[in-house]
């Protein structure tokens, strides 16, 4: 998972640093021209201004002429100051270009600094935006991180002797980490200091993998010494009680379950019940799956948090999925407020952004990862970890 | 539905361009930035979106818009001929004895595609039987049967049997007397190498006439891996997007249609076995794009032009646009628009008017169009030849015999009076901008620039045309 993402990340910090090193040089060759008086500088700073005018095409690929042709503009204003060795007109041109003042770039200039300015994130962070959403992320969180992105950096000075791309992953590093650590909480030490009998209630869409997910958990919570019955809230769709059973079979678990077409809410209320008078840690209640757009399903799922009153509601969505993970988290969210996500089907997908997208969306955790068909396939999510494979935490 | 919100986006970035005859490419880059968004955010995949913007963004670059299509319009039939050249059609499906293998990831919705196309065959005459493969799923037996049974279909299936392919087999056998026959599998995914062999040994002892790859709406990105995948193991003749009735737009059903050279088969947009659409490429797009139906208007639109022109042979259009719009000219121009049909018919065809638009106007807002242009025309008939060419000169005592002469009264005839005034006026703001003809005129008519725009009169749908 996310390997698709950490490559384009290493594509971007890539580009960032060419654009930005581009820059450097025009900024440089303009520099050279307000200083210099004598026509053999400035004939030397027109070269190097064309040299980066040169660079800059042959860099871009060609999906992205925008950032050739700013950059050649960019360089082109800055180049007829210095083809006339006209200190004035140098100042002009200066002068009316945005960003840092003439005195800040000198200032920075002379330090042997450089300014990363808007115009040098623009196609790099176009770029990131793509990579992102190709992984997934959906498209206003993605925007968000890109926010905080360019927040961080346009007006940054960076040492010469420091790179751009250092600069830009320590803000993506930032950003990344600020969105998907959101309100992590060790799911094992809530479990062992929880009253039991602890209810946990599993909500989501159709077929993302709500029942396997409790069968995986059950295990886990087996592992270390939690006992659980299953309780299947799934009265509606058909075969989910055989499911369901299937899996309490085979893991040798109590299952409670109701005819189909019955309560949902009454049959974890049920688990419940038998939880505490059996002496059982954890009470799993499995819900049919719905869509979020099914009014009478949603205030169903919003009886049964009010009935069953569960410590814990987990929603569990798809690694695969795509823009939708954000809508359905928040409609999921709002008719019975999740504690945190499972992310199944983690081993199909290698991009993961919907975990992104999830959390930030919910303000609330992934926990798991579900990663394959065996009931030992669930693993704990590790934002941090996650996010220093992403960057490459080698480099 | 599929991609909804492109329709509603594009359509608002395209409004932009009203108005403009010639397209700068600032314009449209920033109808390919909308365009890519769209996409993006309906799930279809990035190489695929770059591809299809580049191609719409060249396209509208290079060629030359026809006579008479405004900017909008031209950027709008691109996108159409784009979009209708990727989706294709519909996947073939004969009403016919046959075998449909289905495949797919696990939780695409498979065991309940299997039963509302089951269903679906049912409708059409066939007999259709389900054969349930998926010996992994704990309940996938228990499901499948149920929902033939909801289908009231042939079921076959062997929940102690561990060989998908032996079940297969035996299924195939057992289902004889089906003429339609529907090969259900587990999930699986495109890494897992043991059950793509799997489906690989299913589909050579089942040889389906169609393998469908059943899809969630909701999936990313992560379509074009597994379209790829299952193309390579089996080939994938076409897409079974399921959960439509949710919010997910379904790009990644596009992503797979052009990975595998495949087209959409089936829409699943609810929970029972009814709950299933065969996908109509035409109209899906052409609501897609709130476009109505744009070839066959622009069909209209000729062949009225051809009516009203062939009548009346010293009437030139063209001197519109060199500053003399007389009353003639909009009688034309009326006329045009009544060769064209119903009023609500041709509105409905109207990009960006179809649909929503046309629910927000009250219910009788076409007739009252309608009526009024009749009421204008009859007007202008008791005009003399004088006072339709400079009717300017009409005097207070013009207009009342003018009045009494059609049976209005003079209220009536300045109204008719002041709407030629503002359309004169608007015309005079489109002079200047090079080979103009009539068909243009309609076209910025349509564009709600004007023209005809405020024959509703006030509050009625005046502007909304």
Redesign the interface.
């Known amino acids: 998972m996310f390997d698709g993402l950490k490559d384009k990340l290493n594509s971007f910090r890539e580009d960032v640093e060419e654009t930005a090193e581009e820059a450097a040089d025009a900024d440089e060759s303009a520099d050279d021209a307000d200083e210099s008086t004598a026509s053999a500088d400035a004939d030397e700073s027109t070269a190097s201004a064309d040299d980066a005018d040169a660079e800059s095409v042959a860099v871009d690929d060609d999906d992205s002429d925008d950032s050739a042709a700013a950059a050649a503009a960019e360089t082109d204003a800055e180049t007829p100051s210095s083809d006339e060795s006209d200190s004035d007109d140098a100042d002009d041109s200066d002068d009316s270009s945005s960003g840092p003042g003439t005195l800040k770039r000198a200032a920075a200039f002379a330090t042997g600094k450089v300014i990363i300015e808007e115009d040098d994130l623009e196609d790099p962070l176009w770029e990131l935006e793509m990579a992102l959403l190709e992984s997934d992320v959906e498209m206003s969180v993605a925007e968000q991180i890109l926010d905080t992105v360019e927040e961080t950096m346009i007006g940054e000075t960076r040492k010469q002797v420091e790179t751009t791309g250092e600069l830009v992953e320590r803000a993506l590093h930032d950003a990344l980490v600020d969105v998907i650590s959101v309100g992590q909480f060790d799911f094992d030490e809530r479990i062992a200091e929880a009253d039991k009998p602890i209810t946990i209630v599993f909500t989501g869409v159709n077929g993302v993998g709500k029942t396997t997910s409790i069968a995986k958990l059950s295990e886990y919570l087996a592992d270390r010494g939690y006992s659980s019955v299953m309780a299947n809230g799934d009265t509606y769709r058909a075969g989910a009680n055989e499911q369901l059973q299937q899996h309490a079979e085979n893991l040798d678990r109590k299952i409670i379950t109701h005819e189909q077409g019955g309560d949902p809410a009454a049959v974890i209320y049920d688990g419940v019940e038998y939880a505490e008078a059996n002496d059982v840690d954890v009470v799993l209640g499995d819900t049919a799956g719905r869509l979020h757009t099914s009014d009478d399903l949603m205030s169903q799922l919003e009886k049964i948090d009010r009935v069953v009153d569960p410590d814990m509601t987990l929603f569990v969505d798809e690694a695969v999925a795509g823009q939708d993970a954000v809508m359905r988290a928040q409609e999921f969210n709002d008719a019975a407020a999740i504690d945190g996500t499972i992310l199944t089907k983690a081993d199909v997908d290698a991009s993961g952004g919907a975990a992104i997208s999830i959390a930030y969306v919910t303000g609330k955790p992934i926990l798991f990862l579900g990663t394959g068909q065996g009931y030992d396939h669930i693993e704990p999510f590790e934002p941090e970890e996650l996010v220093d494979q992403l960057l490459g935490a080698d480099q | 539905m599929v991609l909804d919100d492109l329709g509603s986006s594009l359509r608002g970035t395209l409004d932009d361009l009203r108005g403009k005859s010639r397209l700068e490419e600032d314009d449209i880059q920033e109808v390919v930035k909308q365009i890519q968004?769209s996409l993006?955010?309906?799930?279809v995949?990035?190489d695929l979106v770059?591809e299809l913007s580049?191609s719409i963004k060249g396209r509208a670059l290079d060629e030359e818009p026809p006579g008479g299509t405004s900017a909008r319009d031209h950027v709008l039939k691109i996108v159409y001929e784009e979009l209708v050249e990727l989706v294709g059609d519909s996947t073939e499906l004969p009403l016919e004895s046959q075998t449909i293998l289905l495949a797919g990831?696990?939780?695409?919705?498979k065991t309940t595609t299997a039963a509302k196309m089951a269903w679906w065959f049912a409708k059409k005459g066939l007999r259709p039987a389900i054969i349930q493969t998926d010996t992994?799923?704990?309940?996938?037996?228990?499901?499948?049967?149920?929902?033939a049974g909801?289908a009231e279909v042939d079921f076959y299936g062997d929940p102690d049997a561990d060989d998908p392919v032996q079940i297969a087999r035996d299924g195939l056998e057992a289902t004889e007397q089906a003429e339609v026959h529907i090969v259900d599998t587990a999930g699986r995914?495109?890494?897992e190498e043991e059950l793509i062999a799997e489906i690989e040994e299913i589909d050579s002892v089942v040889d389906p006439d169609t393998r469908l790859l059943v899809l969630?709406?909701?999936?990313?990105?992560?379509?074009k891996?597994?379209a790829q995948r299952f193309e390579e193991a089996i080939g994938v003749e076409g897409v079974a997007i399921t959960?439509l009735?949710?919010?997910?737009?379904g790009?990644?059903a596009l992503t797979a249609v052009n990975e595998t050279d495949s087209s959409i088969a089936f829409l699943g947009t609810g929970?029972t076995v009814q709950d299933i659409e065969r996908f109509e490429p035409n109209s899906f797009i052409s609501r897609l794009l709130g476009m109505g139906d744009l070839k066959q208007l622009s069909e209209r639109v000729e062949r009225a032009m051809e009516e009203t022109g062939a009548e009346d042979d010293d009437w030139n259009p063209e001197s519109i646009l060199e500053g003399s719009f007389t009353l003639k000219d909009m009688q034309k121009q009326m006329e045009a628009m009544n060769n064209m049909g119903p009023l609500d018919q041709v509105m409905d065809m109207i990009p960006g008017m179809g649909g929503g638009m046309m629910d927000q106007l009250p219910d009788d807002a076409m007739d009252v169009t309608q009526e009024r242009m009749r009421e204008f025309n009859v007007i202008m008939d008791s005009m003399t030849d004088g006072e339709l060419e400079e009717p300017r000169s009409i005097s207070a005592s013009q207009v009342e015999r003018i009045a009494r002469g059609s049976g209005t009264n003079t209220e009536r005839v300045n109204e008719l009076l002041e709407q030629h005034k503002m359309m004169d006026r608007t015309l005079n703001q489109f002079q200047g901008m090079g080979d103009g003809d009539m068909e243009r005129m309609m076209k910025k008519m349509q564009d709600g620039e004007g023209g005809l725009g405020g024959l509703g009169g006030g509050g009625g749908p005046g502007g909304m045309m």
């Open positions: 968004r993006l955010e309906a799930d995949e990035v770059m580049d990831l696990q939780g695409s919705g992994f799923r704990p309940g996938a037996y228990d499901q499948a049967k149920q929902m909801n995914h495109a890494l969630d709406a909701a999936i990313g990105q992560g379509a891996e597994q959960k009735d949710g919010t997910a737009k790009g990644g929970e």
